[in-house]
């Protein structure tokens, strides 16, 4: 079964009606031998805040330790961001897998008239993923209500009811008691349910469980009766602590939390209050409490990002994105925007008609102007109907917009420095809108007919047609994800001007299309020139697309290409390791005398950049502390001041980061991809490069597999996501250098496919670094592990030819001059007489 086979059978469930119960799941499930009984899970329902809190409780859980998987719903551009282990997306795959099983057994039960729905197939492909990627927990985000949830299959270590509104009043009842109710029947045998609800919904959920952690705000009492009590954990808000975090506090009893969450407003840290409870009580179910101490839990929190909630993408004028769907999301939003010091106000509003529109515009602050549009989803609401909402709220500038991405694009025309443009209504438009930023155009090196099927296979192209284009893509070509309708116009574009384009077989409207675009230079242009001035954001494709495939591309470049050695041609890193443990090289650096003498002759030899390291991150390798990895590197930096180099630090700590730019280094290389959120601000604060690498694990943990669909798809899909992080928080996607994280859970032949694919990353719009020097990938091709020094020179002039803008190495030397010989064949030209 192919993977748009079986998303295109998932998302036809939708047509089936919402049917409370959990029969169907566990019949479903029973198929699959019950896999519920093989996994530790929290359930997090509630009326708003529940996919805030249970990403928060899973990060928390992954700081502690623990393999976590995460279950929430929706998702922006593929199913499988609903199904997630240890932060990455379940593979297409596993989906087929289980869907391929699963087919006949639920075409069965259609045929007898009972037939499930897709909230309760995806809840079961979940379940089943999470037991066969043995985590140790998994966090289920619940639909709309307890007991009959599809969710409730399961018999929760832990659980928690964020707080209760009215909503979906037609299934879960029309006052708050009868939503409670339902609500809480996911409280958990044996331990308290956890809860942010007050008054009413508090008191019902009291007389339904009995055993209560109520979590709320400091100086707030559970219900306003005369027995009222203070909440048993309180947390404070201690508002915005720059555009992307705000500080937050949480007390409970005999622990304390004091925090920074990457979401805005004073309404998280009530999440926050009911993650970190969740996140203690697993740990003391599954034994591991000692592990998560206030360093665990506020690290958990600052790494549980959460898109399209108050997200902010650019900061000159401000543009937010942001889910609100509701009345009370939008109040709540409203009171975050405050906190900013916007001058005007530029909306974008879409949002699905079944919706309050009248309410959810009372509830917002008063804009200067507003762009309404209706988001690729058959529920959207006619943008006109929403012009004449703002418009009888007494709005003076309104537009009837079309799609979400055009939209946008005018509310960003209008807005000035120091304004605002809030893109809001519904997380299908900020799904929509999000792909401004996230959109990545991919050229691909098409050498032959094998590499033509690979592409295509990998698009998702139907089999007849891939048979039919695969002689038109050994061309030019490149690939991008389309909403269907884009990918429609950019078909007849690209054939128009005389190239070839072929799409992806149709998943449904929940999933983006995969277009493979192929042709000439010329066919290329006309491409473009066409699109620029079509319909639904193809504009801003275009210019994406021109980019990747050089078509803007200047003669000789400008005054600042020059100024790192990575913009002119590929740059010699040198690997000084001043550690006792280190890889390869074994501590021979570790003295300062002899790491001195060591730079001084890796300089000599040619290398750009010196990457100095203080912690190994050698499989196995145990923490250095920050005090002892900053004493072996810093006297080192400060020595090599006036070296011709660039110095650049191997660190995955802000901190030591911090000591050694102060020191004199020039470049941040972390291992981790910004792990530490701390270090994407001191990269934007001191204005430096930073290396951002692909891992699993730093230190590497031996043994651990990992499953890729396709590994340089993938690696390219996380690093973006990396670079986004990054960008949002200041750092110009100039000074981002990506890293795909040779041996940093890959397998040597998934090592060789990145290597032969390194073009592939242009797609990201960074510099490349490739650090392959003595990795045991070599083992494939006869070499020793950590002592190959004629295949680390080999694979240097390989990834020098195939686009790499720095090689990492220890041998200088010899990779100085296979770097030469690789830059020397591709300009040959300069040898003429």
Partial sequence: MQYHEAVGFLFDLRRFQVKPGTASVRALLAEFDDPQEDVAFVQVAGSNGKGSTARMTESALREAGLSAGLYTSPHFETLRERIQVDGRKIPEAAVCEFVERAKPWLVGRAADGDPLTFFEVMTALSVWYFAEADVDVAVLEVGMGGKMDATSVVDPVAAAVTNVSLEHTAVLGDTVEAIAEKKAAVAPAGRPLVTGATGAALSTIRERVGNVVTVGAEGTRESSGADAEAPDVTVRSKGRVNHQESAVSVAGGDWRVEGRVPLLGAYQAENAGIACVLARQVADELGVGAELDAGTLERGLRTAHWPGRFEVMETDPYVVLDGAHNPGACESLATVFDDFDAEDLHLVFGAMHDKDHREMVEALPDPDSVVTCRPNNPRSEDPEVLARVFEDAGVGEVTVGNDVASALASARERADE????????????????????????????????????????????????????????????????????????????MLEAGGDCAVSADAGDGELAR???????????????????????????????????????????????????????????????????????????????????????????????????????????????????????????????????????????????????????????????????????????????????????????????????????????????????AEKAGVPRENVIVDPGIGFGKSKAENFKILDRLGEFDALGCPLLFGHSHKSMFELVGADAGDNPVATAAASALAADRGADIVRVHDVPENVTAVNVALATRDSGQFEE
């Fill in 418 to 493: 120091g304004d605002c443009v809030l893109a809001l209504g519904s997380l299908f438009l900020v799904a929509e809108a999000r792909a401004t930023w996230t959109r990545v155009v991919t050229p691909v090196d098409v050498r032959d007919r094998s590499d033509a099927d690979r592409v295509l296979e990998r698009a998702h192209v139907e089999r007849a047609e891939a048979a039919a284009a695969g002689e038109d893509v050994v061309h030019r070509t490149v690939t991008l994800p389309l909403q269907r309708r884009q990918a429609r116009t950019a078909e007849m574009a």
């Fill in 515 to 725: 277009a493979v675009l192929s042709g000439t230079r010329s066919e290329f242009e006309g491409l473009t020139e066409r699109l620029a001035d079509a319909p639904y954001g193809l504009p801003d494709v275009a210019a994406d697309v021109r980019a990747r495939v050089g078509l803007d591309a200047e003669e000789g470049g400008s005054a600042t290409d020059s100024e790192y050695p990575w913009n002119d041609g590929t740059a010699v890193m040198g690997i000084l390791n001043v550690t006792p443990d280190s890889f390869h090289d074994g501590g021979e650096f570790y003295d300062t005398t002899a790491a001195l003498e060591r730079a001084e002759a890796m300089v000599e030899a040619g290398a750009d950049i010196i990457d100095i390291g203080g912690e190994s991150t050698r499989p196995g390798a145990e923490e250095v502390p920050v005090d002892e990895e900053i004493r072996r590197i810093v006297p080192v930096i400060e020595a090599l001041a006036d070296v011709d180099a660039l110095l650049s630090v191997d660190t995955r700590k802000a901190t030591v980061g911090e000591a050694a730019l102060d020191a004199g280094a020039d470049i941040l290389n972390d291992v981790t991809g910004l792990e530490d959120p701390e270090m994407r601000f001191l990269a934007a604060e001191r204005d430096v490069p930073v290396i951002v690498m692909h891992s699993i694990d730093a230190p590497v943990v031996p043994g651990k597999d990992v499953d890729y669909d396709d590994v340089v798809d993938d690696v390219i899909d996380e690093l973006g996501e990396r670079i986004l992080l």
